[in-house]
């Protein structure tokens, strides 16, 4: 193993990284591994080397614009189609279901899951069954397709206090 070339000035009265490392690791077992680091260590450092720059923010935002607008749609859509459980209305059980809709870059459903229940499994399931229903009438927008994203989305199911006592929400 020759002696590196330091790629920095060391300070006064003492040796290079390079070199201390290299006087640290000549005899030990390490020496395969620092010698694989030590020959990667250019490319790492060469200034072209970093990592590929994240999406400009520009485009970063309209990618999240979208995904919230297509989440808004996704919402409302459900509210129109879902259905509060006879037996929930019967025993008044209210709660909101946190669901998690994963959306595949083939546009397809991908995962659609409870984060978090409403605490009884009648309402978790009606509101699967509306996200389902509602997946199938709402387009992913133009900006989002050939990108899989993932939307999180609160179904609430609440009784209100009408003329006839209980009106579902």
């Given at each position: 193993m020759s002696r590196p070339t330091c790629l920095a000035p060391a300070r006064?009265?003492?040796?290079?990284?390079?070199?201390?490392?290299?006087?640290?690791?000549?005899?030990?077992?390490?020496?395969p591994l620092v010698l694989a680091?030590?020959?990667?260590?250019?490319?790492?450092?060469?200034?072209?080397?970093?990592?590929?720059?994240?999406?400009?923010p520009a485009a970063e935002k309209a990618l999240k614009d979208a995904v919230s607008g297509y989440q808004h749609e996704?919402?409302?859509?459900m509210a129109q189609t879902r259905r509060?459980?006879?037996?929930?209305m019967q025993h008044?059980?209210?709660?909101?279901?946190?669901?998690?809709?994963?959306?595949?870059?083939?546009g397809e459903l991908a995962d659609l899951s409870i984060e978090k229940s409403a605490g009884h499994a009648e309402l978790d399931e009606a509101a699967l069954r509306a996200?389902?229903?509602a997946r199938l009438k709402v387009a992913v927008?133009?900006?989002?397709?050939?990108?899989?994203?993932?939307?999180?989305v609160r179904v609430r199911f609440q009784l209100d206090a009408?003329?006839?006592?209980?009106?579902p929400r």
């Open positions: 006064p009265g003492r040796a290079c990284l390079a070199s201390r490392l290299h006087r640290a690791f000549a005899a030990s077992r390490l020496r680091a030590w020959l990667a260590l250019p490319l790492l450092l060469a200034p072209g080397a970093r990592a590929a720059d994240p999406a400009p996704l919402v409302r859509v509060y459980p006879a037996e929930a008044g059980w209210q709660g909101t279901t946190l669901l998690h809709v994963g959306i595949g870059a083939d996200a389902r229903q927008p133009e900006k989002l397709r050939g990108t899989a994203f993932s939307a999180h009408g003329a006839d006592g209980r009106a």
